[in-house]
């Protein structure tokens, strides 16, 4: 008892008190830095996917937005049947009015898929990374279409002109030619 009574009437001492702030500044400053690297990664992974992605003939756009669609359409029957089963009568409002906001305020899909880092909504679908929602540190976004695509299509026509600029094939595929 008597050890426990020392460290109940303690003062903090002037070295524990400057750890205690470091450890608070690292914390503040560090992981939100580190979150926002991390989402620049995922920035730059969505270019990359996009510039190397076969999709991006422009004729596959259409088939590429329906396999989205369907998709969502799949995963909303799946989560309606499981909160169904479950008889989950709140979940079912809930679900049902943001899907219907969703409808009526245009073109926007509300993606329940779980995206970090570099990896493909869906990647056996082969749809086009335009469509991709991009959410970092696991989080769900709701995602206007519009908006990604514009980001996406102006940062890969960026990565296109440094490749050409540095003598790569501008994302076309094709070998670069032996200067001189």
């Known amino acids: 008892m008597a050890g426990q009574d020392r460290w109940e009437r303690a003062v903090l001492s002037g070295q524990s008190a400057i750890a205690t702030a470091l450890i608070c500044i690292v914390v503040l400053v560090t992981l939100p830095l580190l979150k926002m690297l991390v989402r620049l990664g995922a920035l730059v992974g969505l270019a990359s996917l996009y510039i190397n992605n076969p999709c991006r003939d422009p004729s596959t756009h259409h088939k590429a937005w329906e396999m989205l669609l369907a998709e969502r359409r799949r995963r909303i029957g799946e989560r309606n049947a499981k909160d169904v089963s479950n ?36 990647s056996e679908s082969g749809v086009d990374a335009e469509y991709f929602a991009l959410g970092a540190m696991g989080s769900w976004r709701i995602v206007e279409m519009a908006v990604l695509r514009r980001l996406a299509t102006s940062l890969a026509m960026g990565l296109d002109g440094m490749a050409s600029g540095m003598g790569g094939d501008g994302g076309t595929g094709s070998r670069a030619e032996p200067q001189g």
Request: aromatic residues 14%.
């Open 87 to 122: 008889l989950n009568v709140i979940s079912l409002i809930k679900n049902a009015v943001n899907d219907t906001t969703g409808l009526i305020s245009g073109q926007r899909v509300m993606c329940d898929f779980v995206f970090f880092s570099f990896a493909y909504i869906d």
